[in-house]
Protein backbone atom coordinates (compact mmCIF):
# COMPACT_ATOMS: atom_id res chain seq x y z
CA UNK A 1 0.00 0.00 0.00
CA UNK A 2 1.26 3.34 -1.01
CA UNK A 3 1.71 5.68 1.88
CA UNK A 4 0.32 8.95 1.42
CA UNK A 5 1.05 12.13 4.17
CA UNK A 6 -1.26 15.05 4.19
CA UNK A 7 0.24 18.29 5.92
CA UNK A 8 -2.92 20.04 7.76
CA UNK A 9 -5.38 17.29 7.36
CA UNK A 10 -7.00 17.89 10.39
CA UNK A 11 -9.75 19.40 8.86
CA UNK A 12 -10.74 21.92 6.13
CA UNK A 13 -9.16 20.82 2.27
CA UNK A 14 -6.31 18.89 3.54
CA UNK A 15 -9.50 16.72 5.68
CA UNK A 16 -10.98 15.78 2.69
CA UNK A 17 -7.61 15.10 0.96
CA UNK A 18 -6.77 12.50 3.01
CA UNK A 19 -10.37 11.31 3.18
CA UNK A 20 -10.49 11.16 -0.92
CA UNK A 21 -6.41 9.63 -1.10
CA UNK A 22 -7.36 7.17 1.54
CA UNK A 23 -10.64 6.00 -0.49
CA UNK A 24 -8.09 5.71 -3.58
CA UNK A 25 -6.25 3.34 -1.94
CA UNK A 26 -3.44 4.73 0.07
CA UNK A 27 -2.38 4.36 3.28
CA UNK A 28 -2.76 7.73 4.75
CA UNK A 29 -0.56 9.72 7.02
CA UNK A 30 -3.00 12.46 8.99
CA UNK A 31 -1.00 15.20 10.62
CA UNK A 32 -2.18 17.76 12.83
CA UNK A 33 -0.70 20.52 14.73
CA UNK A 34 -3.30 21.48 17.63
CA UNK A 35 -6.18 19.93 16.31
CA UNK A 36 -5.85 16.11 17.49
CA UNK A 37 -9.29 15.21 18.29
CA UNK A 38 -10.16 16.43 14.95
CA UNK A 39 -7.35 14.22 13.35
CA UNK A 40 -8.50 11.39 15.33
CA UNK A 41 -11.91 12.15 13.56
CA UNK A 42 -10.44 11.78 10.07
CA UNK A 43 -8.36 8.89 11.02
CA UNK A 44 -11.68 7.14 12.95
CA UNK A 45 -14.25 8.23 9.43
CA UNK A 46 -11.61 6.54 7.09
CA UNK A 47 -10.92 3.18 9.18
CA UNK A 48 -14.79 2.98 9.24
CA UNK A 49 -15.08 3.19 5.54
CA UNK A 50 -12.49 0.15 5.01
CA UNK A 51 -9.40 2.94 4.76
CA UNK A 52 -6.02 2.65 6.40
CA UNK A 53 -4.66 6.01 8.15
CA UNK A 54 -3.10 7.07 11.19
CA UNK A 55 -2.71 10.72 12.78
CA UNK A 56 0.79 12.59 13.44
CA UNK A 57 0.66 15.23 15.40
CA UNK A 58 3.63 17.41 14.19
CA UNK A 59 4.60 21.18 13.47
CA UNK A 60 5.33 21.25 10.26
CA UNK A 61 7.40 24.32 10.02
CA UNK A 62 10.00 23.40 12.70
CA UNK A 63 12.81 20.82 11.05
CA UNK A 64 12.92 18.62 14.34
CA UNK A 65 9.78 18.01 14.30
CA UNK A 66 9.10 17.32 10.37
CA UNK A 67 12.36 14.62 10.78
CA UNK A 68 10.43 12.83 13.48
CA UNK A 69 6.97 13.26 11.64
CA UNK A 70 8.47 11.64 8.47
CA UNK A 71 10.23 8.74 10.99
CA UNK A 72 7.07 7.77 12.76
CA UNK A 73 4.99 8.09 9.34
CA UNK A 74 7.69 5.09 8.16
CA UNK A 75 7.70 3.33 11.47
CA UNK A 76 3.59 2.98 11.36
CA UNK A 77 2.64 2.88 8.16
CA UNK A 78 5.77 2.35 5.96
CA UNK A 79 7.71 4.91 3.19
CA UNK A 80 6.22 7.95 1.90
CA UNK A 81 5.39 7.30 -1.53
CA UNK A 82 2.93 10.92 -1.92
CA UNK A 83 3.77 14.20 -0.15
CA UNK A 84 0.79 16.63 -0.22
CA UNK A 85 2.03 20.26 1.08
CA UNK A 86 -1.12 21.59 2.39
CA UNK A 87 -1.10 22.89 5.84
CA UNK A 88 -1.22 26.52 6.40
CA UNK A 89 -1.03 28.97 9.29
CA UNK A 90 -3.57 31.76 9.68
CA UNK A 91 -3.89 34.24 6.42
CA UNK A 92 -4.56 37.84 8.22
CA UNK A 93 -5.55 40.75 5.68
CA UNK A 94 -2.28 43.44 5.96
CA UNK A 95 -2.30 46.31 4.33
CA UNK A 96 0.88 47.21 2.46
CA UNK A 97 1.95 50.51 4.88
CA UNK A 98 1.52 47.76 7.85
CA UNK A 99 3.65 45.42 5.99
CA UNK A 100 6.27 43.77 8.16
CA UNK A 101 8.75 41.33 6.94
CA UNK A 102 7.27 39.31 10.23
CA UNK A 103 4.16 38.89 7.89
CA UNK A 104 6.15 37.82 4.74
CA UNK A 105 8.07 35.55 7.01
CA UNK A 106 4.66 33.75 8.66
CA UNK A 107 3.75 33.11 4.79
CA UNK A 108 7.24 31.69 3.73
CA UNK A 109 7.24 29.39 6.99
CA UNK A 110 4.06 27.23 5.51
CA UNK A 111 4.41 27.86 1.92
CA UNK A 112 8.45 27.50 1.08
CA UNK A 113 10.24 26.40 4.98
CA UNK A 114 6.94 23.42 5.06
CA UNK A 115 6.99 22.37 2.22
CA UNK A 116 11.18 22.13 1.67
CA UNK A 117 11.43 20.19 5.24
CA UNK A 118 9.04 17.89 4.14
CA UNK A 119 9.91 16.98 0.51
CA UNK A 120 13.58 16.75 2.54
CA UNK A 121 12.48 14.40 4.76
CA UNK A 122 10.48 12.11 2.19
CA UNK A 123 12.67 11.99 -0.50
CA UNK A 124 14.21 9.04 0.51
CA UNK A 125 11.74 7.60 0.53
CA UNK A 126 11.42 8.30 -2.75
CA UNK A 127 14.63 8.15 -4.44
CA UNK A 128 14.88 4.68 -2.76
CA UNK A 129 11.75 3.76 -4.74
CA UNK A 130 12.31 5.26 -7.94
CA UNK A 131 8.68 6.97 -7.55
CA UNK A 132 6.98 9.12 -6.04
CA UNK A 133 4.69 12.17 -6.02
CA UNK A 134 4.43 15.71 -4.58
CA UNK A 135 1.58 17.86 -4.54
CA UNK A 136 1.37 21.43 -3.20
CA UNK A 137 -1.44 23.28 -2.39
CA UNK A 138 -1.52 26.71 -3.94
CA UNK A 139 -3.63 29.48 -4.44
CA UNK A 140 -5.70 31.28 -7.60
CA UNK A 141 -5.04 34.31 -4.80
CA UNK A 142 -1.39 34.29 -6.58
CA UNK A 143 -3.59 35.41 -9.85
CA UNK A 144 -6.15 36.95 -8.30
CA UNK A 145 -3.73 39.29 -5.82
CA UNK A 146 -6.38 40.47 -3.90
CA UNK A 147 -5.07 44.14 -2.35
CA UNK A 148 -4.13 43.65 1.61
CA UNK A 149 -2.81 40.10 0.65
CA UNK A 150 0.61 40.71 -0.72
CA UNK A 151 2.25 38.14 2.28
CA UNK A 152 0.11 35.67 1.14
CA UNK A 153 0.05 36.29 -2.52
CA UNK A 154 4.09 36.65 -2.50
CA UNK A 155 4.41 33.11 -0.63
CA UNK A 156 1.73 31.34 -3.21
CA UNK A 157 4.20 32.73 -5.79
CA UNK A 158 7.29 31.18 -4.10
CA UNK A 159 5.40 27.97 -3.69
CA UNK A 160 4.51 27.94 -7.04
CA UNK A 161 8.53 28.58 -8.00
CA UNK A 162 9.50 25.75 -5.79
CA UNK A 163 6.93 22.92 -7.61
CA UNK A 164 8.74 24.26 -11.00
CA UNK A 165 12.15 23.95 -10.07
CA UNK A 166 11.49 20.89 -8.06
CA UNK A 167 9.72 19.12 -10.87
CA UNK A 168 13.13 19.58 -13.39
CA UNK A 169 15.16 18.56 -10.86
CA UNK A 170 13.82 15.43 -9.63
CA UNK A 171 11.71 14.20 -12.74
CA UNK A 172 14.75 11.81 -13.29
CA UNK A 173 13.77 10.01 -10.07
CA UNK A 174 10.59 8.92 -11.41
CA UNK A 175 8.97 12.12 -9.22
CA UNK A 176 6.35 14.39 -10.36
CA UNK A 177 6.06 17.80 -8.71
CA UNK A 178 2.76 19.91 -9.54
CA UNK A 179 0.57 22.28 -7.86
CA UNK A 180 -2.94 22.35 -6.89
CA UNK A 181 -4.56 25.91 -6.61
CA UNK A 182 -7.73 26.34 -5.49
CA UNK A 183 -9.92 29.27 -5.31
CA UNK A 184 -12.18 30.23 -2.57
CA UNK A 185 -13.34 26.81 -1.01
CA UNK A 186 -15.09 27.48 2.23
CA UNK A 187 -14.01 25.32 5.15
CA UNK A 188 -14.54 25.37 8.86
CA UNK A 189 -12.83 28.67 9.81
CA UNK A 190 -14.91 30.76 7.04
CA UNK A 191 -17.52 30.21 9.89
CA UNK A 192 -21.10 30.09 8.41
CA UNK A 193 -21.84 32.05 5.42
CA UNK A 194 -25.34 33.30 3.99
CA UNK A 195 -26.31 33.54 1.18
CA UNK A 196 -25.13 36.82 0.27
CA UNK A 197 -21.82 36.57 1.59
CA UNK A 198 -21.46 33.63 -1.58
CA UNK A 199 -23.31 35.48 -4.10
CA UNK A 200 -21.14 37.95 -5.34
CA UNK A 201 -18.46 35.78 -5.34
CA UNK A 202 -20.84 32.98 -7.29
CA UNK A 203 -22.00 35.48 -10.00
CA UNK A 204 -18.15 35.69 -11.07
CA UNK A 205 -17.50 31.66 -11.25
CA UNK A 206 -18.39 30.24 -15.25
CA UNK A 207 -19.83 27.25 -13.64
CA UNK A 208 -21.75 29.12 -11.22
CA UNK A 209 -20.83 27.82 -8.00
CA UNK A 210 -18.90 27.49 -5.31
CA UNK A 211 -16.26 25.30 -4.60
CA UNK A 212 -16.04 22.56 -2.56
CA UNK A 213 -13.31 20.61 -0.59
CA UNK A 214 -14.26 17.47 -2.99
CA UNK A 215 -13.27 19.40 -6.00
CA UNK A 216 -9.91 20.05 -4.66
CA UNK A 217 -9.45 16.33 -3.02
CA UNK A 218 -10.32 15.17 -6.78
CA UNK A 219 -7.71 17.21 -8.23
CA UNK A 220 -5.13 15.78 -5.89
CA UNK A 221 -6.38 11.96 -6.40
CA UNK A 222 -5.59 12.32 -10.05
CA UNK A 223 -2.00 13.55 -9.70
CA UNK A 224 -1.38 11.26 -7.29
CA UNK A 225 -2.46 8.69 -9.30
CA UNK A 226 -0.17 6.32 -11.39
CA UNK A 227 -1.90 7.61 -14.46
CA UNK A 228 -0.48 11.15 -13.92
CA UNK A 229 2.89 9.86 -13.98
CA UNK A 230 3.76 12.00 -17.39
CA UNK A 231 2.67 15.28 -15.45
CA UNK A 232 5.07 17.23 -13.94
CA UNK A 233 5.62 21.08 -13.01
CA UNK A 234 2.08 21.68 -13.80
CA UNK A 235 -0.55 24.19 -12.14
CA UNK A 236 -4.15 22.54 -12.11
CA UNK A 237 -6.14 25.66 -11.06
CA UNK A 238 -10.12 24.53 -9.16
CA UNK A 239 -12.05 27.17 -9.07
CA UNK A 240 -14.78 26.64 -11.71
CA UNK A 241 -13.15 29.14 -13.86
CA UNK A 242 -13.00 31.97 -11.84
CA UNK A 243 -9.57 32.92 -13.41
CA UNK A 244 -7.96 31.17 -17.09
CA UNK A 245 -4.55 31.02 -17.58
N1 LIG B 1 -10.03 27.12 1.73
C1 LIG B 1 -9.77 27.95 0.73
O1 LIG B 1 -10.60 28.76 0.32
C2 LIG B 1 -8.41 27.92 0.06
C3 LIG B 1 -8.28 28.60 -1.15
C4 LIG B 1 -7.05 28.59 -1.80
C5 LIG B 1 -6.00 27.90 -1.24
N2 LIG B 1 -6.14 27.26 -0.06
C6 LIG B 1 -4.97 26.55 0.48
O2 LIG B 1 -5.36 25.26 0.86
C7 LIG B 1 -4.58 24.83 1.97
C8 LIG B 1 -5.50 24.39 3.10
O3 LIG B 1 -6.28 25.52 3.47
P1 LIG B 1 -7.61 25.35 4.36
O4 LIG B 1 -8.51 26.46 3.97
O5 LIG B 1 -8.10 23.96 4.30
O6 LIG B 1 -6.99 25.67 5.82
P2 LIG B 1 -7.59 25.38 7.27
O7 LIG B 1 -8.99 24.90 7.19
O8 LIG B 1 -7.28 26.59 8.08
O9 LIG B 1 -6.71 24.15 7.79
C9 LIG B 1 -5.37 24.34 8.06
C10 LIG B 1 -4.76 23.02 8.44
O10 LIG B 1 -3.35 23.24 8.67
C11 LIG B 1 -3.03 22.72 9.95
N3 LIG B 1 -1.91 23.45 10.54
C12 LIG B 1 -1.83 24.74 10.94
N4 LIG B 1 -0.62 25.02 11.41
C13 LIG B 1 0.10 23.87 11.31
C14 LIG B 1 1.43 23.51 11.63
N5 LIG B 1 2.29 24.41 12.14
N6 LIG B 1 1.83 22.23 11.41
C15 LIG B 1 0.96 21.31 10.91
N7 LIG B 1 -0.30 21.60 10.56
C16 LIG B 1 -0.72 22.86 10.77
C17 LIG B 1 -4.30 22.84 10.77
O11 LIG B 1 -4.18 21.90 11.82
P3 LIG B 1 -4.84 22.11 13.29
O12 LIG B 1 -6.30 21.83 13.14
O13 LIG B 1 -4.14 21.10 14.10
O14 LIG B 1 -4.58 23.53 13.68
C18 LIG B 1 -5.34 22.45 9.72
O15 LIG B 1 -5.42 21.06 9.60
C19 LIG B 1 -3.66 26.00 2.32
O16 LIG B 1 -2.40 25.82 1.72
C20 LIG B 1 -4.38 27.19 1.72
O17 LIG B 1 -3.51 28.25 1.43
C21 LIG B 1 -7.33 27.25 0.61
Redesign the pocket.
Known sequence: MTVALV????????AAIARRLAADGFAVAV?????RS??EQVVADIRSAGGTAEAFG????DEAAVRELAEGVRAALGPVGVLVA????PQPETPVDRLEWRDHLDQLEFFVKSPTLLLRAVLPDMRAAGSGRVIQ?????FERALPGHSAYVAAKGAQWGLTRSWARELGADGITVNLVA????????HGELSEADLSGYVSEVPVGRIGRPVDVAAAVSYLASEAAGFVTGQRVTVNGGHNMD
Not at 7 to 14: F, P, V
Not at 31 to 35: D, Q, R, T
Open positions: SGASRGLGNYAAGRAADVTNATGIGSDMPGWVPVER
